[in-house]
C-alpha cells in the first residue's frame, strides 16, 4: 500500500527515509543474558527524534509489522513528536536487534518490513516541499528496493538532503557502500562521514581532508567528517570542536542525532556553520544517556 499525500497537510520541515527497528538490550554479555529490556531504536528514528527535538516538524518514511511490536514502534514515533502519516504497514516481521554489555550487537533484519520499500512505497511523501530530507548508507544497504528508495527521495527533493554514509560491514561490502555515496554526492547539501570508519571503507583514507576532497569531487555540496573527541572537518578547511561532554555512558546513535539536528537547522534556516554546532552540541548531549534516544528523556 502506497500512502496518499494529504496535500491540504502543511509538509514537515524534514522526511527522514530508513528502518525502525525493535531494540533487546541486555546490562550484560549476550552469553550472559537471561533478561532483556524492549525499546525502539535504528538510525533513522534515532536521526528523526534528533530533528524534532531541534524544532522542525518531522516525518518518518519506512514501513514496520502489521503487529503488536509494529504498533509499539508507531507509538513510540508519535511520543517523539514524528508524523506517522507516512510509515507503511506490512506482513513481514520487524528488524530487531539484540545489544550486550560491552559495545555487543547481534542484528536479526534481513527481510524486515522497512527492507521491502521501494520507489512506489515511497513517492506519495512530500519529498519536493520538505526544507531537509534525511537518508543514510543502511538503508541504501537493507537491499536492493530500498536503495533504489533512496535514489528516488534524494532526486525528488528540493530541500537540502544531509547524507550519513553509516558503513556497516554486516550489510554491505566497501565497494557497494562507495558506489552508493557516490550516487548520492550530487544531490547532497551535506554529507558527514566518519573518520577512520567511514572514511577507510569507503574513501580509503584515515585522513579528514582527503576525504572531505574526495566527496565534493563526487558532486557533494558540503562535507563534514567527523572525528569524535577531534570534532568536524569540514571541507572549506574549518575545524567545529567537539562540545563539552561530562560522561561518555553510550557512543550509539550519535552520528544520527548530530545528522538529524543538523538537517533541522538547515530547514529552519541556519548557515550550514551553525548547524553544525547545533549538531554537535546535541550529538555531544546523546553520549550521556543509553541508546540513541534516551537523551531526549534525559533532556526533559
Given at each position: 500500500?502506497?500512502?496518499?499525500?494529504?496535500?491540504?497537510?502543511?509538509?514537515?520541515?524534514?522526511?527522514?527515509?530508513?528502518?525502525?527497528?525493535?531494540?533487546?538490550?541486555?546490562?550484560?554479555?549476550?552469553?550472559?543474558?537471561?533478561?532483556m529490556?524492549?525499546?525502539?531504536s535504528?538510525?533513522?528514528?534515532?536521526a528523526?527524534?534528533?530533528?524534532?527535538?531541534?524544532?522542525?516538524?518531522?516525518?518518518?518514511?519506512?514501513?514496520?509489522?502489521?503487529?503488536?511490536?509494529?504498533?509499539?514502534?508507531?507509538?513510540?514515533?508519535?511520543?517523539?513528536?514524528?508524523?506517522t502519516?507516512?510509515?507503511?504497514?506490512?506482513?513481514?516481521?520487524?528488524?530487531?536487534?539484540?545489544?550486550?554489555?560491552?559495545?555487543?550487537?547481534?542484528?536479526?533484519?534481513?527481510?524486515?518490513?522497512?527492507?521491502?520499500?521501494?520507489?512506489?512505497?515511497?513517492?506519495?511523501?512530500?519529498?519536493?516541499?520538505?526544507?531537509?530530507?534525511?537518508?543514510?548508507?543502511?538503508?541504501?544497504?537493507?537491499?536492493?528496493?530500498?536503495?533504489?528508495?533512496?535514489?528516488?527521495?534524494?532526486?525528488?527533493?528540493?530541500?537540502?538532503?544531509?547524507?550519513?554514509?553509516?558503513?556497516?560491514?554486516?550489510?554491505?561490502?566497501?565497494?557497494?557502500?562507495?558506489?552508493?555515496?557516490?550516487?548520492?554526492?550530487?544531490?547532497?547539501?551535506?554529507?558527514?562521514?566518519?573518520?577512520?570508519?567511514?572514511?577507510?571503507?569507503?574513501l580509503?583514507?584515515?585522513?579528514?581532508?582527503?576525504?572531505?576532497?574526495?566527496?565534493r569531487?563526487?558532486?557533494?555540496?558540503a562535507?563534514?567528517?567527523?572525528?569524535?573527541?577531534?570534532?568536524?572537518?569540514?571541507?572549506?578547511?574549518?575545524?567545529?570542536?567537539?562540545?563539552?561532554?561530562?560522561?561518555v555512558?553510550?557512543?550509539?546513535?550519535?552520528?544520527?542525532?548530530?545528522?538529524?539536528?543538523?538537517?533541522?537547522?538547515?530547514?529552519?534556516?541556519?548557515?550550514?556553520?551553525?548547524?553544525?554546532?547545533?549538531?554537535?552540541?546535541?550529538?555531544?548531549?546523546?553520549?550521556?544517556?543509553?541508546?540513541?534516544?534516551?537523551?531526549?528523556?534525559?533532556?526533559?
Amino acid at each position: 500500500m502506497v500512502p496518499v499525500m494529504d496535500r491540504s497537510k502543511t509538509p514537515p520541515d524534514v522526511l527522514v527515509l530508513g528502518e525502525v527497528l525493535v531494540e533487546l538490550t541486555a546490562r550484560v554479555p549476550l552469553r550472559e543474558a537471561r533478561t532483556m529490556r524492549l525499546s525502539v531504536s535504528g538510525d533513522a528514528l534515532n536521526a528523526a527524534a534528533a530533528a524534532a527535538a531541534a524544532g522542525a516538524s518531522v516525518a518518518l518514511v519506512t514501513a514496520v509489522g502489521d503487529d503488536e511490536l509494529g504498533e509499539r514502534i508507531v507509538e513510540f514515533l508519535a511520543s517523539q513528536g514524528i508524523d506517522t502519516s507516512y510509515v507503511l504497514r506490512r506482513d513481514e516481521p520487524n528488524g530487531v536487534y539484540f545489544a550486550g554489555a560491552g559495545g555487543e550487537f547481534v542484528y536479526a533484519r534481513k527481510g524486515s518490513a522497512a527492507s521491502t520499500l521501494g520507489p512506489d512505497d515511497v513517492a506519495g511523501a512530500p519529498w519536493e516541499t520538505a526544507g531537509a530530507v534525511v537518508v543514510s548508507g543502511i538503508t541504501q544497504a537493507l537491499s536492493a528496493s530500498c536503495a533504489e528508495a533512496v535514489d528516488f527521495a534524494v532526486g525528488a527533493a528540493r530541500g537540502h538532503v544531509v547524507y550519513d554514509p553509516n558503513f556497516r560491514g554486516r550489510l554491505t561490502t566497501h565497494g557497494a557502500a562507495r558506489e552508493a555515496l557516490r550516487r548520492v554526492a550530487p544531490f547532497a547539501a551535506l554529507v558527514t562521514p566518519s573518520c577512520p570508519d567511514d572514511t577507510l571503507a569507503l574513501l580509503d583514507t584515515d585522513d579528514a581532508a582527503t576525504a572531505a576532497a574526495t566527496v565534493r569531487r563526487w558532486g557533494a555540496a558540503a562535507v563534514a567528517v567527523t572525528m569524535g573527541s577531534r570534532g568536524l572537518h569540514l571541507d572549506s578547511g574549518e575545524r567545529i570542536p567537539p562540545a563539552p561532554i561530562s560522561e561518555v555512558v553510550d557512543s550509539t546513535g550519535a552520528g544520527d542525532v548530530l545528522a538529524g539536528t543538523t538537517a533541522a537547522r538547515l530547514a529552519l534556516g541556519d548557515a550550514l556553520p551553525d548547524a553544525l554546532r547545533r549538531g554537535v552540541a546535541a550529538a555531544a548531549r546523546s553520549l550521556g544517556s543509553p541508546g540513541g534516544t534516551g537523551w531526549l528523556a534525559a533532556a526533559a
